[in-house]
T-cell receptor, first 110, second 116 residues
Framework: KQEVTQIPAALSVPEGENLVLNCSFTDSAIYNLQWFRQDPGKGLTSLLLIQSSQREQTSGRLNASLDKSSGRSTLYIAASQPGDSATYLCAVSNDYKLSFGAGTTVTVRA | GAGVSQSPSNKVTEKGKDVELRCDPISGHTALYWYRQSLGQGLEFLIYFQGNSAPDKSGLPSDRFSAERTGGSVSTLTIQRTQQEDSAVYLC??????????????FGEGSWLTVV
């Protein structure tokens, strides 16, 4: 069974600082890995999708890396803003199911 | 539609009552998922539909839970004889063809169920 772990569980940084969020998974035979954002009381918004054959994906200030052999992914958010405050979830797909981590709750202080 | 649509957005029900939650996926998406997110917990897989194939119901927590998908589009999740532990956010998601590694999964805003 795929186990997904996200560290840290919570993170508080001053505005402008770079964010580093970590995700690890136990079964490296994945199809892809997705990073989602969840705002309080809202659903999930997909941020980045990394296919199993890729090593990283970038979108604006966001960059996600994938090291399948070691079962790790890292989401980098450059020059954080208060609007980046949310819970960030990592999910891996072994077939059609997604296995989710518990998330990292980020607070960016103005 | 432009995104995955779920209704109702909020539902408060009395213990023992039945509830129905509806999901309207993105047009053309063949795969549809239901997940549950309890307070302070991660997302729990409930059920998966893909086209006309038999659904994967392996995540349904008890026989009080059932789901159907009509015409390969709209899905309804039904919870019978609700219990307080059923209180959670029920999230629906859809995507394109299953097994294609590049497909993003899109989630709705969720149906927030409270059983009192």
């Amino acid at each position: 069974k795929q186990e997904v772990t996200q560290i840290p569980a919570a993170l508080s940084v001053p505005e402008g600082e770079n964010l580093v969020l970590n995700c690890s998974f136990t079964d490296s035979a994945i199809y892809n890995l997705q990073w989602f954002r969840q705002d309080p009381g809202k659903g999930l918004t997909s941020l980045l999708l990394i296919q199993s054959s890729q090593r990283e994906q970038t979108s604006g200030r966001l960059n996600a890396s994938l090291d399948k052999s070691s079962g790790r992914s890292t989401l980098y958010i450059a020059a954080s803003q208060p609007g980046d405050s949310a819970t960030y979830l990592c999910a891996v797909s072994n077939d059609y199911k997604l296995s989710f981590g518990a998330g990292t709750t980020v607070t960016v202080r103005a | 539609g432009a995104g995955v649509s779920q209704s109702p957005s909020n539902k408060v029900t009395e213990k023992g009552k039945d509830v129905e939650l509806r999901c309207d996926p993105i047009s053309g998406h063949t795969a549809l998922y239901w997940y549950r997110q309890s307070l302070g917990q991660g997302l729990e897989f409930l059920i998966y539909f893909q086209g006309n194939s038999a659904p994967d119901k392996s995540g349904l927590p008890s026989d009080r839970f059932s789901a159907e998908r009509t015409g390969g589009s709209v899905s309804t999740l039904t919870i019978q004889r609700t219990q307080q532990e059923d209180s959670a956010v029920y999230l629906c998601a859809s995507s394109g063809q299953v097994g294609i590694s590049g497909n993003t999964i899109y989630f709705g805003e969720g149906s927030w169920l409270t059983v009192v």
